[in-house]
Each structure stands twice: as C-alpha cells, then as structure tokens.
C-alpha cells in the first residue's frame, strides 16, 4: 500500500485486518472485532452478526483466496476504506473494496465487503457455503442447485 494508507491517530486502521488476512486465523480477526459485530458481504444473502459467527466466516473466506493484496486504503473518521484484489479456484480473479467501521475503543463493529465480478463473487459464495453453510446457516449462500 501507499504512505498515503498510514493510519491517521485515533483513525481506523485496518492493520490488524490485513494481518488477520495474512494468518487466516479466526483468532486474529476475534482479536479485531467488538462482540456484536455486524458482517455484510455480496457473498452473503444476509448480514451475520456476532463475534463468534463473523470470526468463522472470515478464517473461512480467508482460507478460498490463494492471494490476496490491499492495494489502497483510505480512513475517514471512524471508516477504513480497503481496496483490493485476489485470485482464488486455481487463478481467478476477484477484485473488492471492504468498508471496516470501529468504535471509539478502536473495536471493528461492521464490516462491508464487496466482491466482483458477479461469476466469482457467485463462486465464492457457493464454495464459502459449503465450508461453513452448516455453521451459519446454509441459506445465506448461493448455490446453483
């Protein structure tokens, strides 16, 4: 990223997000998240709430992409913009903005993540569903049956 994505005092910055990205850990991104977080995707029919449940969505979503790299970031107050681009099932290109919004103790309390083109966004919803659909309601999930 930039120098421009530096985070600004007492910003949003989503360090702790990307890293938790880099370990594909559900405890790194545990540690980032306030207890009633809120997770919106266009991967997902409807947002999931809760620490637990978004922790097992992003480690598993985490787990699909073969690359990932944030290529801009830009903080507004309490909003990180981050943008970037994957590849995931043997190559395929994903490209997204993610919308992080903290509280004032520095907590995640939503995140927005947005995936395109439609095929893979699709994609990976159907797969992300079949890792983790039992877990957190299969519904929620694309499938093409």
Do not use: C
Request: hydrophobic share 40%; net charge negative; glycine share 8%.
């Amino acid at each position: 990223m930039s120098e421009a994505s530096a985070a600004a005092p007492g910003g949003a910055d989503a360090q702790g997000w990307i890293n938790a990205f880099a370990s594909k850990s559900a405890d790194d991104f545990g540690e980032a998240f306030h207890r009633d977080v809120v997770l919106e995707a266009s991967v997902i029919r409807s947002p999931i709430t809760g620490r637990e449940n978004v922790k097992t969505v992003m480690s598993a979503a985490s787990s699909i992409y073969e690359s990932l790299e944030f290529t801009q970031q830009t903080i507004n107050g309490p909003r990180t913009y981050l943008e970037w681009q994957a590849t995931a099932f043997g190559g395929l290109k994903l490209y997204g903005i993610t919308i992080l919004t903290k509280d004032e103790n520095g907590q995640i309390v939503s995140a927005a993540i947005h995936h395109r083109p439609l095929d893979a966004a699709l994609r990976f919803s159907a797969e992300l569903g079949k890792r983790i659909g039992k877990a957190v309601g299969e519904s929620r999930f694309y499938s093409a049956d």
